[in-house]
């Protein structure tokens, strides 16, 4: 399983990121922070990194 990111950290990697066990999903920008969660305690796992043309 892919390491969990407190909210309010930057984003390390442009892409999809959720919180295990929700539906929910929300866009990061690289560097940016990370949005609150629903619950403390909670955390972001990306699922999906921005694919770029040149990559």
Not at 9 to 22: F, I, L, R
């Amino acid at each position: 399983m892919a390491k969990k990111i407190s909210p309010g950290t930057p984003a390390p990697s442009s892409g999809q990121y959720k919180v295990p066990g929700s539906k929910t999903e929300i866009t990061a920008i690289e560097g940016k922070p990370l949005p609150p969660t629903p619950k403390p305690g909670q955390g972001y796992v990306q699922v999906d990194k921005t694919k770029h043309k040149n990559d």
